[in-house]
């Protein structure tokens, strides 16, 4: 038996004249078919193109210029915005303050929802109901549920205050004090997310042949050993997809720190992520150029997050089979 | 296909129908920010000036709050098909003219309207709508919906107002109760609101009692660090110190007795009856005196016409709605069911008006403070200031920071945003 010749690695140049010299291109079928895709696939580039990739590049420019909004003939000014930003001590705030809450929803929610995720692919009484419970809060909308939420943690009516007055701990002005208005939302983000990361977790789990498990009964391991050795390794494609959407989302949260606070930064920004200070910049403080710089460095931060984390994926993540 | 054709030449002519007498008419859109009651009265002097105007229509369109108005006033200019009028604030104006623009987009009012109403307009407006239009200061916007920083109290607990700062102090220390004996106050002599953006306005305020001035007659640096600066800020401090401070809307507290006093803008009365009810007597007072004497910051916006992508004929048609709207029944209608200012001399004079004053307490101290009021300077920089301003009153307020550092670190922020103003530019406060 004779082996394949190994095929030959054609450079970028090689490969295009390849393409446009192969007899597809000559076939009246290709060229009917092609149009029929790009015509089906036309409104969705236009929809992008008009609300996503224009204003992603517009904001550049934006970025790298100084001028009224109204006004397109604008001053170029280089990285000034950004020099100016590194600088900014509200920048830095916000940068803690989103970090700060990243760094505890995130692992949180997601621990949470492994934990009740496997709970509920056991034979527990009521599985439906505890599955829709814990979805609820996903599909209930942000502002509506923000709104409740406010009132759940007001210092002088509200619902969590009555709880802690029942343990004998003194009332608690969630809104107003600093220390303790990003908890809040931290909290606020758990009970609204984990219901989604709970059923990306059950799906995963479902997918777990059950073959691993028998054979894992057979050889004696106890429920802890099958989760840490079989469960845990298994889902670490799920775990990585739920960390990097968690991650990405985390860091653009701004919706229920909007309505909480009333549109303001909280008690002496302490709720001010980098989202709501970019919205502050653009739309209070109408700096149109200064918060595109916000917009896109916080851009690089995610991406840079993404990538590290997509590293660290090839690593860690066992995609089984 | 007879039945699809009969069906389309309905629709058609029932369309145009209704279509086709409104457009022998002038067209002109009205965009605002006036919500519920405040729009609803927005929407009767609209139909009221459309049934006698055999020339003109009018349509006005609520646009959602300040905001929202001013995002899509901006968008509209920068796509070149803004509305025919709009509100907006001091402020605001400068992004409509040059040299934001390449070409005003606004239509100055002066010249468009009868130079005897412009005679009537109390001279603060007059001012505060006077803007740098080809080195003339011309006035290029009108007042419309101005209201008053004044004192909002409960005349059950406080049957006097305080008249002096010391009197406030006290008055606020003193009504502070602990009703359900769990050793923390929950009923409070005043109220403040740290956190929002209008806490700027209050402090400046404070700082015309206490004898201070806001902005350099070249609109370019601020005095926000000097020695009346850091009166007023102390006497802010002193006073949060004795207050609830939080960030819920003023009224729904003052209607349930947690709080006896706070200071808002006349445009509030209208929430403050409404959630009061007949719960409790209470009124209003514009006469706090600082070290320096009383003051009032007067908010709200102004009417602005745009000639871009309008025709004189518009514009013309527009400048009559605005004087219709500003004719005195009209101000006085609009004053008696909102709480706004009149912005006319004679019709704050007439006796419709004054009869009106003699059986609502409560609108006589926004008018009153007119005499010692202020506005903001109208410059676009100005977005910027005022939250800034907001956030050092904040730290001032309830963040524990040295005042003097605070303001002197204000002062050099604000001569830094003020330090892109034009030369030649006019501002007020």
């Known amino acids: 038996m004779t082996q394949a010749a190994p095929t030959p690695k054609l450079s970028l140049i090689q490969r295009i004249q390849a393409y446009f010299a192969s007899d597809q291109l000559r076939s009246p079928r290709f060229w009917k078919d092609s149009l029929q895709a790009y015509i089906y696939l036309l409104p969705t580039l236009v929809i992008l193109g008009v609300f996503t990739f224009f204003p992603f590049v517009n904001s550049f420019f934006l970025s790298l210029h100084e001028g009224p909004i109204t006004n397109p003939t604008r001053t170029f000014t280089g990285l000034e915005h950004f020099e100016k930003l590194f600088q900014d001590r509200k920048f830095w705030k916000a940068m803690w303050n989103t970090t700060y809450y990243v760094m505890f929803s995130v692992p949180t929610t997601i621990f949470l929802a492994l934990f009740f995720a496997v709970l509920l692919n056991t034979k527990i009484r009521f599985k439906g109901f505890f599955r829709t419970a814990f979805f609820l809060p996903y599909i209930t909308p942000t502002v509506a549920a923000a709104v409740v939420w406010e009132w759940i943690f007001h210092r002088d009516w509200g619902l969590f205050n009555s709880f ?91 919706d229920e720190i909007f309505v909480i606070f009333h549109g303001s930064t909280g008690p002496l920004d302490s709720a001010m992520t980098v989202m709501i200070f970019f919205y502050q910049t653009a739309f209070g403080r109408f700096k149109m150029g200064y918060a595109s710089a916000i917009a896109y460095t916080m851009f690089i931060v995610i991406f840079l997050f993404t990538l590290l984390q997509m590293w660290l994926a090839k690593r860690r993540v066992h995609y089984g089979g | 296909m007879f039945k699809k054709g009969l069906i389309f030449a309905v629709l058609l002519a029932t369309t145009l129908a209704f279509w086709a007498p409104a457009q022998d008419k002038i067209q002109v859109t009205f965009w605002h920010a006036m919500s519920g009651g405040l729009g609803e009265t927005v929407d009767t002097l609209v139909a009221q000036f459309n049934e006698q105007s055999e020339t003109t229509e009018v349509t006005a369109v609520f646009q959602g709050n300040y905001g929202d108005l001013f995002q899509k006033n901006l968008a509209s200019v920068a796509a070149g098909e803004p ?324 303001l002197d670190q204000l002062d050099a922020d604000v001569d830094e945003a003020l330090s892109s103003v034009s030369d030649g530019i006019s501002c007020t406060g």
């Open chain 1, 164 to 254: 802690l007055n029942f343990f004998g701990i003194p009332k608690q002005d969630f809104i107003n004090n600093p220390e303790l208005a990003m908890p809040m939302v931290i909290l606020f983000s758990i009970w609204k997310y984990m219901g989604f990361n709970i059923v990306i977790f059950l799906a995963g789990l479902q997918n777990i042949s059950k073959e691993y498990y028998d054979a894992a009964a057979i050889d004696g391991a106890n429920a802890w050993q099958r989760f840490w050795k079989i469960t845990f390794p298994l889902l670490t494609p799920v775990t990585f997809f739920v960390l990097i959407i968690s991650m990405v989302g985390a860091f653009k949260v701004f």
């Open chain 2, 83 to 406: 509305p025919t009028i709009t509100q907006m604030f001091e402020n605001w104006t400068p992004s409509y003219l040059q040299p934001a623009l390449d070409e005003n987009a606004l239509a100055p009012i002066q010249g468009l309207i009868d130079p005897s109403i412009v005679a009537d307009i109390p001279g603060i407006f007059v001012s505060a709508n006077t803007y740098t239009i080809d080195g003339e200061a011309t006035l290029t916007t009108i007042p419309f919906n101005k209201s008053a920083t004044i004192l909002y109290y409960n005349q059950e607990t406080v049957p006097n107002p305080p008249t002096t700062w010391d009197e406030l102090l006290e008055l606020s220390q003193s009504l502070r109760q602990d009703t359900d004996g769990d050793g923390e106050d929950d009923v409070f002599g005043f109220y403040m609101r740290p956190g929002s953006s209008g806490v700027g306005e209050l402090y400046l305020t404070y700082l015309k009692m206490a004898g201070g001035s806001i902005i350099a007659d070249d609109c370019k640096s601020v005095n926000l660090n000097g020695a009346e600066a850091v009166t007023a800020a102390q006497f802010m401090k002193d006073l949060a110190d004795v207050s609830l401070t939080g960030s819920d809307f003023e009224d729904g507290l003052f209607a349930a007795g947690t709080i006896q006093m706070y200071y808002s803008t006349s445009a509030g009365i209208v929430f403050a009856t409404r959630s009061v009810g007949d719960n409790f007597p209470w009124t209003t007072f514009g006469g706090l005196q600082g070290p320096a004497g009383t003051s009032s910051v007067i908010q709200g916006t102004n009417l602005g016409i745009f000639q871009m992508n309008h025709t004189q004929e518009q514009v013309e048609a527009a400048a009559d709605f605005v004087s219709f709207l500003v004719d005195v029944p009209q101000t006085v209608f609009w004053a008696q069911e909102t709480g706004y200012l009149p912005v006319r001399t004679s019709a704050i004079e007439s006796a419709e008006f004054q009869d009106f004053l003699a059986n609502s307490d409560t609108y006589r101290a926004p008018t009153e403070s007119l005499d010692n009021a202020f506005i903001t300077p109208g410059l676009e920089e100005w977005s910027d200031v005022r939250l800034t301003i907001a956030d050092a009153v904040e730290l001032i307020l309830v963040g524990g920071v040295d005042i003097q550092e605070t």
